[in-house]
């Protein structure tokens, strides 16, 4: 996953703080937004891990501090669960904008209940799915406990909530009253939800979700995320959650298939025009890409061809090491094998440096081996890499045909 720093305005032109998670070696097929939950922050351990989840699954993730939180700029007293929803409108603003319009958005907990207000706002919105959402706002109005009472009364208070203090108005509780998840459920027409809760939720009870499904219309799912609880603290948990999102999703959102290239060839190479040096790879029956780096113009996204080719000579020298090795009984725990391409002078070259002719391809070959060997068997094996078949092609005569299919 490749992670960057972003920043947008909220509609009172704050500076909200986000990062944006991306695929590795490809651009996202689907862009999502993800509303962390109450007084949570982009960079809670169940925020970041569920979009690292949907990252590795092609998506880029918007993860982003509500007005007032982490590092975006606001009060957060004069915010309340409308302001929530208000910036989720504003982050697919900003993702249209910048990148492509957002067609899945991910809400955990409060968040989740923004998330299902927001969805109906955003048209480019197709899935939507919610983590331990509350199916009434007022909800989090139980964790004030008492301090709630002294709230409505001064029309202002501090709360500790996670070690951390909060300045709280009673414009917030009066917010949370007027708003209803079942009631925003039932008008996501045309777009598909995703409930998922956990049996053992101790703080938003399950009988949320039961809620939240029945007042929503089709289509709609439910998932249990068994023995789980509320922030999704375990990684394993949350990036199970970012998976199921991401399978479910694909029913509902454009995910383009994989090219399915046939051939009567080991190799094929296919490269639309549109997309720079980012070559789609089919090597025998597994899948790849070659690319070339962002300074020539590339994208990064694989391998250069002469990396390509340079994995080759290390990949075929390590399986002709380990099988002589086997074969003599000599026990290799691990072989590595560092093989970097360059242009050099001809080591027995006269005059090298003035032709540019003298010059030929070279691979730099290192090899590291873990095990205990002597000398003796160390000179050996250095004989046999020599020998593998990839090593004896480059020094071969070779020839290659080309014709029209």
């Known amino acids: 996953m490749k992670s960057s720093k972003i920043t947008f305005t909220n509609a009172q032109g704050k500076l909200l703080s986000g990062r944006l998670d991306l695929p590795l070696e490809q651009e996202p097929h689907n862009f999502a937004i993800f509303a ?3 007084t949570c922050t982009k960079d809670f351990s169940a925020v970041r891990n569920v979009s690292k989840a949907l ?24 915010t309340n669960f409308s302001s929530n929803v208000a910036d989720l409108v504003q982050a697919a603003h900003y993702l249209k904008k910048e990148y492509k319009a957002p067609s899945l958005l991910v809400g955990h907990s409060l968040g989740g209940a923004a998330a299902i207000f927001a969805a109906s706002e955003i048209p480019s919105i ?33 709360v500790v909530l996670a070690g951390r203090d909060f300045t709280f108005k009673k414009q917030f509780f009066d917010d949370l009253e007027e708003q209803s998840c079942e009631a925003a459920a039932s008008r ?18 399950i009988k949320n979700a039961e809620e939240i499904y029945h007042a929503a219309m089709h289509p709609k799912s439910f998932v249990t995320l068994d023995g789980s609880e509320h922030l999704l603290i375990d990684k394993k948990n949350a990036a199970y959650v970012g998976k199921v999102i991401s399978g479910w999703a694909a029913r509902y959102i454009n995910v383009p298939e994989q090219e399915i290239i046939k051939t009567t060839h080991n190799v094929v190479a296919s490269l639309d025009a549109e997309d720079g040096f980012t070559t789609l790879m089919k090597m025998g029956t597994h899948y790849s890409k070659a690319d070339e780096p962002l300074r020539v113009g590339g994208n990064d996204f694989g391998p250069t061809p002469y990396e390509l080719l340079a994995g080759s000579l290390s990949a075929c020298t390590a399986m002709t090491i380990q099988m002589y090795a086997k074969r003599k009984e000599w026990l290799i725990e691990n072989v590595e094998v560092h093989t970097s391409y360059t242009r050099d002078y001809a ?14 391809d070279t691979f730099t070959r290192e090899i590291k ?7 003796k068997q160390l000179k050996r094996l250095l004989q046999i890499a020599d020998k593998c078949p990839v090593h004896k092609t480059l020094h071969n ?9």
């Open 36 to 38: 962390h939950c109450f």
């Open 55 to 78: 990252a590795s699954e092609g998506f880029g993730v918007l993860r982003f501090d509500f007005t007032g939180l982490g590092d975006s700029d606001g009060d957060f007293a004069d």
């Open 126 to 158: 197709q899935a939507l799915a919610t983590i331990g959402a509350p199916s009434n706002p007022v909800h989090v109005k139980k964790q004030f406990g008492s301090q709630a009472q002294a709230i409505e009364n001064n029309g202002v208070g501090k």
């Open 188 to 205: 996501l027409e045309g777009k598909a939800l995703l409930i998922l809760h956990s049996p053992q939720d101790a703080t938003v009870s």
């Open 347 to 360: 080591q027995d070259c006269a005059d090298c440096e003035n032709s540019e002719a003298n010059k030929i």
């Open 369 to 375: 081996f873990t095990g205990n060997l002597d000398e």
């Open 397 to 405: 005569e070779t020839q290659v045909i080309t014709k029209l299919i």
